[in-house]
């Protein structure tokens, strides 16, 4: 484990943040807690935009002034920065670690700019000034979201992996169970594959109660919306 205190800035309803804070949290490395309320728009606050000029969360600040954002950089640096298990990034197995690169971008370069676009426009925007979902556009960015699930999350799962490029859970799994935000639009990517669905719930056991602590805030805004998040009562 690292020496130096570390502090994360974040807000739990970021999806971006999640998978940071139960890395952080599942490998006990200490930091101190910085949330920035992107409901209050803290994001663009002075002393916020001196840490990130992007304007976005996550991001981390060691004790010396380096910070970093971009929720894969902090993983990637996390992992080799505080000697976690290997399993996560591995150093000594460039092609697993290419793997887990290359899960990281799929996530990064379709997966997630379309769920972005989409939860936007049918949870965000109607939520904070009233526009109005038009059915059929919310149908034509569900469909390229779902495509996207299915060019990328299925297809993993044609082989037997127990976890998305390998037996061992990795970054890359905490990359996409950011995607569980799409729950509160009672988007179920989950259920297009019952290995996808079972992996989910593989992940989330193998990282509880660390899991659910970090989603403690999500699983309370979709019950309080009547919205059911898989593995939840």
């Not at 952080?24 to 663009?44: D, G, P, S, W």
């Not at 939520?127 to 390229?144: S, W, Y």
């Not at 990517?189 to 805030?217: G, M, S």
Request: glycine share 4%; aromatic share 12%.
């Amino acid at each position: 484990m690292g020496t130096l205190p570390l502090k994360f800035f974040f807000d739990s309803m970021s999806p971006m943040s999640r998978p940071v804070g139960i890395f952080m949290k599942k490998n006990k490395i200490t930091y101190e807690k910085k949330i920035v309320n992107l409901i209050k728009n803290e994001q663009f606050s002075e002393w916020y935009s001196k840490i990130n000029p992007k304007n976005q969360v996550p991001a981390i600040q060691e004790a010396d002034g380096f910070i970093l954002t971009e929720s894969s950089s902090i993983l990637r640096y996390l992992s080799r920065q505080y000697k976690v298990d290997d399993h996560w990034y591995p150093e000594n197995d460039i092609k697993l670690v290419a793997k887990i690169d290359e899960a990281i971008s799929a996530c990064q370069s379709s997966l997630l700019p379309r769920g972005h676009a989409l939860f936007q426009y049918a949870f965000v925007k109607p939520a904070t000034d009233g526009t109005e979902v038009e059915p059929r556009v919310m149908e034509t960015m569900v469909n390229g979201f779902n495509a996207a699930v299915d060019n990328y999350i299925n297809m993993q799962f044609e082989k037997d992996n127990l976890y998305l490029v390998s037996n061992d859970i990795t970054i890359a799994d905490l990359m996409f169970t950011a995607l569980n935000q799409f729950w509160l639009i009672d988007i179920d990517w989950t259920d297009r594959n019952p290995k996808v669905k079972e992996w989910y719930l593989r992940v989330r056991e193998r990282c509880n109660p660390e899991f659910d602590e970090i989603n403690k805030q999500l699983y309370q805004v979709a019950n309080m919306l009547g919205k059911k998040c898989v593995g939840i009562d």
